[in-house]
Every structure is written in C-alpha cells, then in structure tokens.
C-alpha cells in the first residue's frame, strides 16, 4: 500500500531517505582512502587493515537477513532512526579505538545500523511513491550514495591526510548526529502495518524467500552486486599497473564511477517509470557484461580504459535504481523483509565478488577479471529475464488498490 501525501510532504521525505543513504554510503567507502593511515598509526599490515571491510560487510550482511521483519512489525521510523544512532556510536568509537581489536568491532557495529537502515529507508520510498513514480525516487537515493562517493571520501582523504583519519571519522559522526535529529524530527510516523508483518521473524523470511519470483529477484541481484566488486575491488591496482596512472590520481577513478553512477540512475530510473523497469534492468545488465569485458581485454590506454569504466558504472546505475524500485513491490506487505533480504544480499556480494576478482587475479592476472566479471552479469541477466515477471507486479498492485479503501491521508510534520 502507498500512502497518500501531497507533493511538497513526500518531497520532503525523499530528502530526508536521500541524508540517511548519503550517510550509508559515507560511513562505507571512507575506509578505502583512509586504510593506509590506519595500518599505519595502528601497527598493521595494510592486507590485515582491510579486514575492515570485511567485518562491516559480513556484520551487515548476517544482521540484514533478521532486520526485515522487525523494520515490517515496527515501522520504517523507529528503525531509521535507530540505525542512524547506532551509526553515530559506532563512528564515534571508532574514532577513538586505541587498538585495531576495537576498531574492528566498532567498524562492526556500524555494519548492524547500516543493516538495520539501508532496507528501512528502502522501505519507505515503496511506502510514499506509487510504483509508477518509484524509478525516479530511487534514482534520487540513489544519486545522493554517489554524492557520498564523489564529494563526501574525497574530502574525508583530505581530512585524513592533512590532520587525522580519527578525525575523519569524528566529522562523519558528527554528520550523522545532525541526520539523526532531521529524521527523528521529520520523517512522519509509521501506520498500523498489515497483520501479515507482525508474523514471526523466521516465518516471515521463509516465506518471501518460498516466493520464487521473490528469490530469484534477489538472486539475480546478489549477482550484480558480485559482478560489480569482481572489478572495483581490484581497479586502483589495475590502473595503476596496466596504465602507470599516478598514486595521487588513483582517487579520481572512484568520482568516475560515481558520475557514472549518478548520470545513470538517475536516467535509468526515470525512463523504467515510462517503459517498464525490468527491460532496463535485462538491456543495463547485458551492456555492463560487454562493456567489462572490453575493459580489461582490449582497452588500448588510459582514456578508453576511462571511458569504459564511466559507462560501465552508468549502466549499472541505471539497473540499481530501476531493480530496487522493483523489490519494493514484492510481497509489499512485508517490504522491509524483502529489502533487508536484498541488502544482505549486495553485503555478501560484495564478500563473493571481492574474493572470486581475487581469484580471478591470482591464476590470470588483471585480464581475467573483466571475463569473471561478465560472466556474473550474464547469469544475473539471465535469472532476471527468465524468473522475473515485472506484470505481474503491476497486475497485483491494481487488484490491491482496488480491493481495498483508499488509506488515509497521513500529515507530514512542520
């Protein structure tokens, strides 16, 4: 169900989801500028120093899969809110660990409230914008992830290279004390939910993932998300060796990327509201499964291997915007355990991905990446195409709002 505001109220409330997902995105990607000041100051190895990564990804990916049905039978608010504050605790305590013991639990820790907060807010954009519109809405959130990239680390790496990667992490938390207050003070209050969301947690699970349609869904974007850090985890050292591009310049690749991503979501998403989302997420999946694969096989020298990357990152944006704008209309009366299933599946993705592009690496060098790569896209396009009957989902909405009254008008507060 949709819930029926004005224009300038759900406006508002895109806003606020966009700061909650600008800090998601913030608190994830600042590791990578600042790891080797970390290893560093700590006394590890930069390889031992990732491991960070690594914690905050499993912590989420495991907490994700159980979030779901408490986001459903609490509501969207409480529990953005919640993991907002645990984000600020989190960071807070990283940016005072002595040891690294520590600064691996709190990176942890900021996992959970990202598990908790990413398929909430995810949630809700289903919850305030018809399906028709939910394109452009996700495109939105999704823009302001890559904001995160493209202006946020940037200046984080300045930060952490002029005075101090635990100042760094001090101004993050310090942003997401503010987000904290906007969301709590803003974002409107949840309705009663669906008796269905109030079923037991394990119950609720087993019953999107029973759903085929449902798990082939998240399947196939588990997938996009291997497909994805197959290649990104591994692209500074790429260019740096294949390109002899400059340590310094390293940095740019990721505002790339992120122009990529931004200039796609945001055409993507608006153009799967006029022809239908699944056809841009089959055409977006097939074109990043050719476009990697050029990538690392025949791009002649920096500039191509440039341009590449650009639109490969803009047609996976487009697929993002316009695959999470169709998981919201799954089992929409249990949205929040669909879309905590879905973040799980994009944090074990980026585990999958990372480890099989160093696979990849170790027995065919830079080479083998973009090949791996495409294969993944491929057998996401596949299960998308094959599984996933975007009718249906339109079909079931109309029934619904059919058979039901119009709920009722919900006032944003001042």
Known sequence: MTLQLDRAERNLILALLCVASFAVVFNNLIITPILPD???????????AGLLVTVYAIVGGVAAIFSGPFIDRIGRKPIVVAGMSTLVVATALSAVSPHFVLLAASRGLAGFGVACLTPAVFSAVGDYFKYEERGRAMSWVISANTSASILGVPAGAVISGLLSWRLTFVLIAGLCLVFTWL?????PSD???????????????LEVLGDLQTSMALFSNFLSTAYWFVFVTYMGAYFYDEFG????????????????VLLGSNIGGRLSDRIGKQP?????????????????????????????????AGFGGARFASAQAVMTQMSPHRRGTVMALSASGQQFGIVIGSGLGAAALALGGYVALGPTSALLAIASLITYAVFVDEGSLISEEIATSEASPPPERREAPA
């Open 38 to 48: 970390i290893s560093e100051d700590l006394g590890v190895r930069v390889a031992v």
């Open 183 to 187: 969301l709590f003070r803003h974002l």
């Open 191 to 205: 309705p009663p939910r669906h008796s269905a969301a109030t079923r037991e947690g394990l119950r609720s699970i």
């Open 245 to 260: 591009l400059a340590k310094w310049a390293l940095g740019g690749l990721t505002m790339v990327m992120g122009l990529g």
């Open 280 to 312: 841009i997420i089959v055409w977006a999946s097939g074109f990043c499964a050719g476009l990697i694969l050029l990538e690392t096989t025949v791009a002649p020298n920096l500039v191509v291997a440039g341009v590449l990357l650009f639109l490969f």
